[in-house]
Structures are given as C-alpha cells and as structure tokens.
C-alpha cells in the first residue's frame, strides 16, 4: 500500500468518524490528503491526524472531488442523499449506515469472512451493522465446518451505540444515583443508570426492533445462505462502550467445545478468552479500545443435541465501525479495486 489515496471521513465529528481517523493512523493507511466532513454547526472544528490538526468542512454533495476513498459515518438520511454524489464524483464510498446494506448490487462486508464480495462493487460499499459484526466473527469460524442452523442471540449494547449523547446520558444519570437522586430519562424512554432496556432503537409491528431485524437479514446476505435463521433480543445496558452478547448455536452436526475453542483460536480477529478455573471471560471492559473479537464462556448448549453456547464481546466503535470499515478500504487496495 505504498501509493497514497485522497480520503474523506464524512461525519468526522462524531463518535465513530473520531475513532476512523484515530484508525486510519493507527494502521498507516496510505492517506496523501485527508478531508475531515461534517454538519455545519461543526464546520470550522479542528481535528487531530498525524500530529497536525484538520479543520472540518460542511459535508455537501459537492464536496468529493478528487476523492478516492469516502468513509462515511454521517446516519442513514445523508447517507441516501450524499454518497450516491461522492460515487458519482469517483470517490469509493464504505458506508456505516443501514442505507445501503440490503440493496442489491451494494458488498455488504466483513474482510475476515466474505470479502470477495468486494469484486462486485459499484462505488458504494456497506458496512454491516455492529451486532451482525460481532455475532459473524464469533461464529463464523465454527459455520465453516458446522453449518449453523439456527442461532439465538441476546445482544447486550453500550450506550455508545446512541453516539456521544448515549455517553453523555449516561454519564449525567450516573452522577445522579451517585448523589441520592433519581435519574430521570432523557435520551431514553427510560433512564438507563442502573437499569437494562430490553429494546434498541424502537419496536416494529410484530414486536420486534430494527437491530434484532437486521441480524437475521444481514447474516443471510453476508453468509449467502439463507437458511442459516437468527433470531435475537437486542438490549441497551449501562455500558458505555462495548457490546456483548450471548450466542446459542444449533449446528448441522456437533462439535465440542474444545474443537470450537481451537477453530475460534486460529481465526483472524478473534481471540479466545475463555478459563473459567481462572474466573477468565470476555468482558465489554476487556473488549474496549482494542481490534480483537473477545469469545468466550464455550460449552455445549443443553437445549440442542447439535447445540453450542458462547459468549463474546467487541468494541463496537472499532471492529463494530471504524475499523471494519477501514479493513475494507486495506481489501479493496490489495484487490486493485480503489
């Protein structure tokens, strides 16, 4: 990756957009020029990269000229209005929303598990949904030689995902717990300080959420098999960074837990955390601000003669988002697709 590449980070003033620019360095990924986007009202903000300071510009159709790379992670609404312009104008888009993750013609792409998908790219790329990140990557790597049937899957979601102002509400209902009052509830419909929401996002008709929605969809597109059926309960936990979630696995055939221990431990990304003799397990707090799916807590799952239970957690401002998205970028230089 020698050559350099012109990149833009559309919503670079947000929690995910910070983190692909701390990415981007961390990694040495061949940046020539970099354009720092966002809303208006944060135009002019100064942004650290490479031990100099960006100044932000307002994110405008316009605004992709001479692109090559436009990582975007500015929500769903100007994703739909603004990418299309920054394919258009020649610039490959990764995209963090749900914008495009379902179209057809779109990569929907985790490197690690499908990215030959990447060949059939028409300017928009997708990134997939954090929980579906998180849920691929820990089972991945067992589907490979046991073809998951079905899987159930309770997430457990840092207050992160809601971005900055999921921190902030914590944070603020925190402090009032911590000096005798009750928390009231802002970003949410209820306080999240010493509470667990058993809904992310909304409820849809049928009960279910969007999030929990897009883990079966999503893997069925990613995995290219339809018959793999997730079903989840996604849930927002007072936890500012990190999601977790507890996996249970039917499989066409059985394995043990130590045959799945040793498939976890040679697949890239993941790292197994798993001595219960040593009170070791994946934990939100071990999983924040590093690459590496945490996977552990493997046994065999008594609901199923084929069954298989985990659990794993992911910093999903990292491997969830940024990084991923990234990761793709790496692909689609090493495949002379940007």
Known sequence: ?????????????????????????????????LRALAS????????PFRGEEVAVEALREGSFEGVDLALFSAGGTVSRRVAPAAARAGAVVVDNSSAFRMQPGVPLVIPEINP?????????????????????MAVHPIHRVARIGRAVVASYQAVSGSGQKGIEALRSEMRDLLEGRE???????YPIAGNVLPFVDRILEGGHTPEELKLHSETTKILGDPRVKVTATCVRVPVERAHSEAIHLELERKITA????????????????????????????QAAGGDDVLVGRIREDLAFPTGLALFAAMDQLRKGAALNAVQIAEELIRRSLL
């Open 1 to 33: 990756m020698s050559q350099g590449y012109s990149v833009a980070v559309a919503g670079a003033t947000g929690a995910v957009g910070r983190e692909m620019l701390r990415v981007l360095e961390q990694r040495s990924f061949p940046v020539s020029s």
């Open 40 to 47: 208006e009202r944060s135009a002019g903000t100064r942004l």
């Open 116 to 136: 030959d998908a990447l060949a059939g790219h028409e300017g928009i790329v997708a990134n997939p949904n954090c929980s579906t990140i998180l849920f691929l």
């Open 183 to 189: 928390p009231r509830a802002g970003l949410y419909p």
């Open 258 to 285: 130590d045959e799945a221990r040793a498939l976890l431990g040679a697949a890239p990304g993941v790292r197994v955390v798993d001595d219960p003799g040593r009170n070791l397990f994946p934990t939100p707090r």
